[in-house]
């Protein structure tokens, strides 16, 4: 059954709703290459003396 | 003795007890909240560890200020504030498997770096330029490789934890104050990692510098995550159905 009544669909500022994600997924990547980063040094992939 | 690496560490060492302060207050005030006290005791953690850096360079080699600042600074102040996060999201009993684990683990790490040899002349023999504390001081093997294993699971559960956290947040588009203070102590938690990284790489100060700007961020986005404000609240916008 369809309704005609608006729902509340809660959104953050302009800004926010653009930058959230971007940010997210820059902290994502760069978890990911600092683990890669420290398991490299941990097993001796990288080596800086 | 330079401003990078004396009065910078110093500089960290302040806010991180003034953080800590922060959320130990808080604990005490509510008399509740495992991931309030453990964020705290990382923050003391963090601090110990800076003002252990800024004593070397204000006043040069000394033993026992290198070990303090080993295991606080190097071993244990991520994992403990990753802990305070796993308390937050983590079921009860995995919390507490994995809180024993840790204090097992810190008793342990405090043992090797308690009884190991130490050459501080090691500090300016390696691409490190030994103006800054380093590892690269301890002779017997095996201590330093306890290092990444706290480094890891703190990174993962804080860092990865407070990533989380924003994007159910944002996913729901609930508390905005929230989303941003996580994405700001992710960012924090992430800048002495890559300070360290890149002092690994023979960057000077690049330690110093990414602890004091993760002191700075972690702070602001506990700040931020704990303190409601009305006009960056996530506002209701009415969206027909059809």
């Given at each position: 059954m369809r309704s005609d009544r608006p729902s509340a669909k809660r959104k953050y500022p302009v800004f926010y709703e653009r930058l959230v994600p971007v940010m997210i997924g820059v902290l994502f990547v760069l978890i990911v290459a600092m683990l890669v980063f420290a398991v490299a040094v941990g097993i001796g992939v990288l080596n800086f003396g | 003795m330079t401003f990078i690496n004396t009065y910078l560490p110093f500089i960290s060492s302040i806010v991180s007890f003034a953080f800590a302060y922060f959320v130990l207050a808080r604990y005490f005030k509510k008399g509740r909240g495992n991931h309030l006290l453990l964020w705290g005791i990382g923050m003391i953690f963090y601090g110990i560890g800076g003002f252990c850096e800024g004593f070397y360079g204000a006043f040069g080699w000394n033993p026992l200020v290198f070990r303090l600042w080993y295991l606080f600074g190097a071993i244990l102040v991520a994992a403990w504030l990753g802990q305070g996060t796993v308390f937050l999201l983590a079921k009860k009993n995995w919390a507490r498997t994995l809180m024993i684990l840790l204090l097992i683990g810190s008793l342990y790490g405090a043992y090797r770096v308690f009884t190991a040899e130490l050459d501080p002349g090691l500090l300016t023999s390696s691409l490190h330029t030994g103006s800054e504390l380093s590892?690269?001081?301890?002779?017997?093997?095996g201590v330093r490789g306890l290092t990444p294993i706290f480094n890891i699971y703190g990174t993962l559960t804080l860092v990865g934890g407070a990533i989380y956290s924003a994007w159910i947040f944002f996913r729901k588009r609930v508390l905005l104050h929230r989303t941003i203070g996580n994405i700001l102590i992710a960012t924090g938690a992430l800048a002495p990692a890559f300070g360290g990284a890149f002092s690994r790489m023979g960057v000077p100060a690049a330690l110093y510098i990414g602890e004091l700007v993760g002191a700075v961020l972690m702070f602001i986005g506990f700040w931020r995550a704990t303190t409601p404000i009305g006009e960056l609240a996530a506002v209701a916008q009415p969206v027909p159905v059809d």
């Open positions: - | 590892g690269h001081a301890i002779v017997t093997p």
